[in-house]
């Protein structure tokens, strides 16, 4: 995969460095060229590309991620596969620390919350219906 940095995903997509391995391939930082901004990329590894049932996976995870809104999960801003068979989910760029790296600093982590959700809550259950594909 470190054969990307330097080249350009889905014709728009520059690959700069490499942030993370993932166990379907790896995340890195990258700049859209037609916005002129940076953004995060993963990559679905080419080894693991020739399986049709992980790249309907990697695609899933993709759209099922877009669908997420909240303010500590990373939008979605494109997904897909190019013209050489890469698959390919862009994210806002990646700005702060990760959740790793919170656990090793801080350890156990206890829930602060600043407004209550009972578990019937129409809004929660509307969101967890659509984001595993059950909803509109």
Known sequence: IDELIGKTVADKYRIDSLLCETSLGALYRGWNTLMDKPVSVKILSPALAIDARLVEQFMAEA?????IANENVLNVT?????????????YEDIDGETLRALLDREGRLVARFGSSVEPDDPALTGAVDRLLGGGA
Do not use: E, L, P, Q
């Open 63 to 67: 759209k099922n991620t877009a669908r």
């Open 78 to 90: 494109d997904f897909g596969t190019d013209s050489r068979s890469i698959g390919y989910t862009v």
